[in-house]
């Protein structure tokens, strides 16, 4: 089935929440400090003043993904308020988005020692399950590469090597499994947890396990938006606060359409073709114009319930709207889906 949505799944949780960029606040506190500095005979500046503008510095950058910057403000934050959780938290985001392998350790062990000292924090445990995703990943990935002769393991035995990466492979996704459920024991309505448990059993081939886990998802984010859209409908609210609701209800509607169109993979994997439709038209329904690649999967839903009329209307309104290159193999695929529902529509028996 074209998959694009599998394909995005793995960066998809991957970031920290992200914040609106402040840097009117941070250029205001930094004309402060250099007024301050001006007015006496030496440099007297307040260090929670300086403090406050290297936070703020860090969240700008990292919002707009200067990983590199936010890490130095956030250090030179630390330096002066070394239990700020916040910004520890923040350098163990920014290594995660690196997402090479010395980061995604770095980012484990920031994340693990911030679980063993803020007992009662559930951001650690947050970010230690999808660091831990991730590096499942990275060992899978190795060992199929030996696997395949892609890669020689210098000075070990291949076999051996291969039985290694993948036992740690297990230990680490056990480990985001775990930290994910416990989250969701504390909090059954955690987006982030349930998403992570979607994806990792996804990942895993337990689909059924990963539909449960989806059936609880959509249930979480459609009352989530049903609140945004309600806030905005009864409530008279200033604009900077209308505008962070229709920015939320915004991010609402695009993960709920991400999750249906998960669960209509899975389904349909499992083959189950109607209940596969019935995630693809609710997902497409609450906007049409979210993913030109929404249609081509209802497509191939629905000529396998040989319904190939509107298997067409939807290959063709794929193939006219996809950003993607003519020879990507999921247009290849629609053209040849298309062919096949045009066959089955003239066929005599019909």
Same mark, same amino acid.
């Given at each position: 089935?074209?998959?694009? /949505?599998?394909?995005?799944?793995?960066?998809?949780?991957?970031?920290?929440?992200?914040?609106?960029?402040?840097?009117?606040?941070?250029?205001?506190?930094?004309?402060?400090?250099?007024?301050?500095?001006?007015?006496?005979?030496? @440099?007297?500046?307040?260090?929670?003043?300086?403090?406050?503008?290297?936070?703020? %510095? %860090?969240?700008?950058?990292?919002?707009?993904? *200067?990983?590199d910057r936010a890490i130095d403000q956030a250090e030179r934050a630390l330096a002066l308020d070394e239990d700020d959780i916040n910004m520890k938290l923040l350098i163990a985001w920014c290594y995660l988005r690196r997402d090479r392998k010395a980061d995604l350790l770095e980012s484990e062990r920031i994340f693990l020692g911030l679980e063993r000292r803020y007992e009662d924090e559930s951001r650690a445990p947050l970010g230690t399950a999808i660091v831990s995703e991730r590096l499942a990943m990275l060992h899978r990935n190795t060992a199929q590469d030996i696997e395949r002769g892609l890669e020689v393991p210098l000075g070990k035995d291949p076999q051996k090597e291969i039985e290694r990466l993948r036992s740690e492979e297990k230990r680490l996704f056990d480990r985001a499994i775990e930290r994910y459920e416990r989250l969701i024991a504390e909090q059954d309505d955690h987006i982030e947890a349930l998403t992570g448990l979607v994806r990792v059993n996804t990942t895993l081939g337990d689909k059924e396990s990963a539909l449960a886990y989806s059936g609880r998802l959509i249930a979480?984010?459609?009352?989530?938006? !049903?609140?945004?859209?309600?806030? /905005?409908?009864?409530?008279?609210?200033?604009?900077?606060?209308?505008?962070?609701?229709?920015? /939320?209800?915004?991010?609402?509607?695009?993960?709920?359409?991400? &999750?249906?169109?998960?669960? &209509?993979?899975?389904?349909?994997?499992?083959?189950?073709?109607?209940? &596969?439709?019935?995630?693809?038209?609710?997902?497409?329904?609450?906007? @049409?114009? %979210?993913? @030109?690649?929404?249609?081509?999967? +209802?497509?191939?839903?629905?000529?396998?319930?040989?319904?190939?009329? +509107?298997?067409?209307? *939807?290959?063709?309104?794929?193939? &006219?709207?996809?950003?993607?290159?003519? *020879?990507?193999?999921?247009?290849?695929?629609?053209?040849?889906?298309?062919?096949?529902?045009?066959?089955? !529509?003239?066929r005599p028996d019909r």
């Open positions: 089935m074209i998959d694009l /949505l599998a394909r995005r799944a793995s960066s998809s949780s991957s970031q920290a929440p992200r914040r609106r960029a402040g840097l009117h606040l941070a250029l205001a506190l930094t004309l402060g400090l250099g007024a301050s500095a001006c007015a006496s005979s030496g @440099p007297k500046v307040d260090p929670e003043v300086q403090r406050a503008v290297h936070v703020e %510095a %860090a969240r700008n950058h990292y919002d707009i993904g *200067d990983l979480t984010l459609e009352a989530q938006e !049903i609140f945004y859209s309600e806030q /905005l409908r009864d409530q008279a609210w200033d604009r900077s606060v209308e505008d962070d609701f229709k920015r /939320l209800l915004r991010n609402t509607t695009t993960r709920l359409i991400r &999750a249906h169109q998960l669960a &209509a993979e899975l389904h349909f994997d499992l083959g189950r073709s109607s209940l &596969a439709l019935g995630h693809l038209d609710q997902a497409i329904e609450r906007d @049409p114009n %979210a993913s @030109p690649e929404l249609y081509a999967q +209802r497509a191939q839903v629905l000529l396998s319930m040989e319904r190939p009329e +509107r298997a067409l209307e *939807d290959l063709e309104r794929f193939i &006219a709207n996809s950003s993607l290159p003519v *020879d990507h193999p999921d247009v290849q695929e629609a053209w040849q889906l298309r062919r096949d529902a045009r066959d089955a !529509i003239a």
